[in-house]
């Protein structure tokens, strides 16, 4: 049997973790399938094939380019039944959790969701799922044939030399009453690199006392190439603005490295940076309890540790 991996697309380009999910569902099934839906830039195609898929169906509906729920999920549950493919592999986010929801009620399949490792196939078909926002993991096992895995960001690491895949276009048959709901317009959130995806995150709080105090956070995450973020006290006092607010009430992110700048590590911060690879804290105060949650702590006044760290890093460049 084959396995469909779903991707998704930023102005063109396709997303890390949709890479990530192509080379998850390689590692599960020989036979990997991905499908985009929309414009395509120069050389993506070429990033789905070294990624492990051997195919890749391109929707060029202009209809469909715009994140419809409704009509992705009719496409892709028609493009698992036309390319036989037992599997769907996607990446959790605001667009793949409702689309693999309703897939696997299309087509009948077991919904695994906020998978972090690799299946356990020695006996059965078991994953491991991370629960209650990343404080534990539950091994979870499917006994149906059909299966729709989502995958958490840095699951897996990207394969690169999987080879060409073909592409084929794709032309759904989808109902117009999959267009009930009509996307009018998108606001994208601005910035060099967006929290949801970015493999670096640079965080500040309360500890840099004040807006004017934030570019030191921006140099260091421009030098990184990181995302920047902030605790909830400093969006809720308009230091920063709230697309950039970290935590259990705002965005969660799973980067390689999360930077906690200056914040105390509040357990609805931490709810929402759990996933991270790995957290370094920089904070003055010892006793402050992100310390107990980071993989490396500097105890130091940030004004004095920052722009050290980022002369260090340019250096290093």
């Known amino acids: 049997m084959s396995a469909l991996a779903f991707i998704e697309l930023d102005e063109g380009t396709i997303k890390k973790s949709s890479l990530e999910a192509i080379t998850y569902?390689?590692?599960?099934?020989?036979?990997?399938?991905?499908?985009?839906?929309?414009?395509?830039?120069?050389?993506?195609?070429?990033?789905?094939?070294?990624?492990?898929?051997?195919?890749?169906?391109h929707v060029t509906d202009?209809?469909?380019?715009?994140?419809?729920?409704?009509?992705?999920?009719?496409?892709?549950?028609?493009?698992m039944i036309s390319e036989g493919a037992s599997l769907l592999v996607l990446a959790k986010s605001s667009l793949g959790d409702p689309v693999a929801a309703r897939v696997s009620i299309k087509i009948g399949a077991s919904l695994l969701t906020n998978i972090v490792e690799l299946p356990d196939t020695d006996a059965g078909f078991k994953v491991k799922n991370s629960i209650y926002t990343g404080k534990a993991f539950a091994i979870t096992e499917s006994k149906e044939e059909k299966k729709i895995l989502v995958i958490k960001k840095n699951a897996i690491e990207i394969k690169e030399d999987g080879g060409t895949a073909t592409v084929e276009v794709f032309t759904p048959t989808i109902a117009e009453s999959d267009f009930k709901v009509k996307v009018t317009s998108r606001d994208k959130t601005e910035g060099v690199?967006?929290?949801?995806?970015a493999?670096?995150?640079?965080?500040?709080?309360?500890?840099?006392?004040?807006?004017?105090?934030?570019?030191?956070?921006?140099?260091?995450?421009?030098t990184l190439g990181a995302a920047t973020g902030c605790s909830k006290p400093v969006s809720d006092m308009d230091w920063?603005?709230?697309?950039?607010?970290?935590?259990?009430?705002?965005?969660?992110?799973?980067p390689s490295l999360y930077v906690a700048v200056g914040i105390s590590g509040a357990i609805?911060?931490?709810?929402?940076?759990n996933s991270s690879k790995y957290i370094l804290v920089v904070n003055k105060d010892p006793e402050a309890p992100f310390f107990k949650a980071a993989d490396y702590g500097v105890v130091g006044d940030a004004f004095d540790v920052i722009p050290k760290l980022t002369e260090a890093i340019k250096a290093q460049q």
Do not use: C
């Open 62 to 79: 202009e209809k469909l380019s715009t994140g419809n729920i409704m009509a992705y999920s009719s496409a892709i549950a028609e493009a």
């Open 193 to 197: 690199v967006l929290l949801p995806e």
């Open 199 to 222: 493999d670096i995150v640079v965080s500040g709080g309360r500890g840099l006392k004040g807006p004017e105090n934030w570019a030191m956070i921006e140099e260091l995450a421009r």
């Open 268 to 273: 609805q911060h931490l709810a929402g940076v």
């Open 240 to 254: 920063r603005p709230h697309h950039e607010h970290v935590g259990q009430t705002g965005v969660k992110v799973s």
């Open 25 to 57: 569902a390689s590692a599960v099934e020989a036979d990997v399938i991905a499908i985009a839906f929309g414009a395509l830039n120069d050389g993506e195609a070429d990033k789905v094939g070294a990624a492990g898929a051997k195919k890749l169906l």
